[in-house]
């Protein structure tokens, strides 16, 4: 409770704020202004040719890798597709199954009752399932969303590589 109090005298509740307020404030313009020169890094000379080779090689595997991940997940699509809705088939199919039974049980016996309760089982279980193969194609479409995005990324990189490769070639004197 002392250092509470010895807190407040010292630095008084509002000065704190304008100091936590001042601390976010220089934090961010540090960050910005990093990320703004990592960014912004341009091969500009003809002692920079190597380093802007090797990213350009580096930026065409990158495309090759995401290209060739990008038609797995499109050729993979269809068959989540499928399964997706036979298993919502099969669920409607088991729910009005389930229902039949129901139905059955309210008149019934005890076996017609079990009845009932297994297919009501089976029934939810489908639903799960369903449910989980949807979730699935979610996500397939979701990773070829990402991949598209990041493919077109490094396109746009390489074309500004091949602007600052023409740049420096503009630069060297014809022999």
């Not at 797995?72 to 088939?89: D, I, R």
């Not at 996500?139 to 602007?163: A, C, G, M, P, V």
């Amino acid at each position: 409770m002392f250092s509470t109090v010895l807190k407040h005298i010292y630095y008084p509740p509002q000065k704190n704020k304008i100091m936590k307020f001042f601390n976010y404030l220089l934090g961010t313009a540090v960050l910005l202004t990093i990320s703004m020169s990592v960014s912004a890094q341009k091969y500009k000379t003809p002692a920079d040719t190597g380093k802007l080779n090797l990213e350009y090689v580096k930026v065409q595997n990158d495309i090759a890798d995401l290209t060739s991940k990008l038609a797995t997940a499109q050729s993979e699509l269809p068959a989540l597709q499928n399964k997706s809705s036979t298993a919502g088939s099969d669920a409607q199919t088991a729910a009005a199954t389930s229902s039949n039974d129901a139905s059955k049980a309210t008149s019934g016996s005890l076996t017609d009752s079990k009845d009932a309760k297994n297919s009501a089982n089976d029934a939810y279980g489908k639903a799960k399932d369903s449910r989980t193969a949807n979730k699935n194609v979610g996500k397939q479409n979701e990773k070829i969303r990402k991949l598209t995005n990041s493919l077109k990324e490094k396109n746009q990189r390489l074309k500004d590589l091949d602007i600052m490769r023409a740049a420096i070639y503009a630069q060297i004197p014809p022999k």
